[in-house]
């Protein structure tokens, strides 16, 4: 069987900041110096999305995000030709803000749509993390990703399998769901995201999810410090290195 490739190996992916409330407190600034020292020839900011109404947890403010833009795009001048700084962000796919989505899609200076799908809308203003009952949200959340690259507003899938820390014991995955998954985010050359945070805390699922997965993928670091992200950047050259 053919070997996958890392798309991105030269890229500090998948980068938090001190917006989203429970990440470390250094500046953009310090990461990209960081990214640079590294070797990367790429450093993509993917902080976790604010929503209108702001009623999610654990990501910026709205107000927060012309700030964000408007640093990172100074920012991206800054290093312009030592560097590539990409303006992106990390977003669940809740069909209730479809116009939301749009907005973000009109603003050129977001270049990046992460899609992080760390829980899934049930019904308008209802949401799986207000669910009692856990079992189902495993296969609830692959079929919310599923909707999302459908979508056609996200260029990327952030660690797609971490859903399977739901499941609970006896409970199994739809491995069909999962394969459609697969299927869907090919067909809309979308690729998956291998995350560095989930390999680290054990949700990260090889036999569940990515055995049936033979496309080429992304490497994620999911960095809320930048010492996450220099760690984690020398741990996914250590991984592309033994193929696995
Ligand atoms: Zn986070
Ligand atoms: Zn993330």
Same mark, same amino acid.
């Given at each position: 069987?053919?070997? #996958?490739?890392?798309?991105?190996?030269?890229? +500090?992916?998948?980068?938090? =900041?001190?917006?989203?409330? !429970? $990440?470390?407190?250094?500046?953009?600034?310090?990461?990209?110096? =960081?990214?640079?020292?590294?070797?990367?020839?790429?450093?993509?900011?993917?902080?976790?999305?604010?929503?209108?109404?702001?009623?999610?947890?654990?990501? #910026?403010? #709205?107000?927060?995000?012309?700030?964000?833009?408007?640093? /990172?795009? *100074?920012?991206?001048?800054?290093?312009?030709?030592?560097?590539?700084?990409?303006?992106?962000?990390? +977003?669940?796919? /809740?069909?209730?803000?479809?116009?939301?989505?749009?907005?973000?899609?009109?603003?050129?200076?977001? *270049?990046?749509? /992460?899609?992080?799908?760390?829980?899934?809308?049930?019904?308008?203003?209802?949401?799986?993390?207000?669910?009692?009952?856990?079992?189902?949200? $495993?296969?609830?959340?692959?079929?919310?990703? /599923?909707?999302?690259?459908?979508?056609?507003?996200?260029?990327?899938?952030?660690? %797609?399998?971490?859903?399977?820390?739901?499941?609970?014991?006896?409970? =199994?995955?739809?491995?069909?769901?999962?394969?459609?998954?697969?299927?869907? +985010?090919?067909? !809309?050359?979308?690729?998956?995201?291998?995350?560095?945070?989930?390999?680290? =805390?054990?949700?990260?699922? %090889? *036999?569940?999810?990515?055995?049936?997965?033979?496309?080429?993928?992304?490497?994620?670091?999911?960095? !809320?410090?930048?010492?996450?992200?220099?760690?984690?950047?020398?741990? +996914?050259?250590?991984?592309?290195? #033994?193929?696995?």
């Amino acid at each position: 069987m053919r070997r #996958m490739v890392c798309l991105n190996p030269e890229e +500090a992916f998948h980068i938090h =900041t001190w917006r989203c409330g !429970h $990440a470390g407190d250094e500046r953009e600034d310090a990461y990209i110096r =960081t990214a640079m020292y590294l070797g990367a020839k790429q450093i993509t900011f993917t902080d976790h999305a604010p929503f209108p109404g702001d009623s999610f947890r654990g990501r #910026m403010k #709205m107000a927060d995000l012309p700030e964000y833009i408007k640093t /990172l795009s *100074e920012l991206k001048a800054k290093y312009q030709g030592k560097i590539e700084v990409r303006i992106g962000l990390e +977003a669940e796919y /809740l069909p209730g803000f479809l116009a939301y989505y749009e907005k973000l899609r009109e603003e050129e200076r977001i *270049e990046y749509l /992460l899609l992080g799908q760390h829980f899934y809308e049930l019904a308008p203003g209802v949401y799986s993390f207000s669910m009692k009952e856990k079992s189902g949200q $495993a296969n609830g959340i692959i079929r919310a990703e /599923l909707s999302g690259v459908e979508s056609g507003y996200f260029s990327g899938v952030a660690h %797609p399998d971490r859903s399977y820390r739901y499941l609970k014991p006896g409970e =199994t995955a739809d491995v069909g769901l999962a394969k459609e998954l697969i299927v869907a +985010a090919r067909e !809309h050359h979308i690729p998956l995201e291998r995350n560095l945070s989930s390999m680290e =805390t054990g949700q990260f699922y %090889p *036999e569940m999810f990515w055995k049936h997965c033979p496309d080429d993928y992304l490497v994620g670091l999911d960095a !809320h410090s930048v010492s996450e992200m220099a760690r984690r950047y020398h741990e +996914a050259a250590f991984w592309n290195e #033994m193929g696995e």
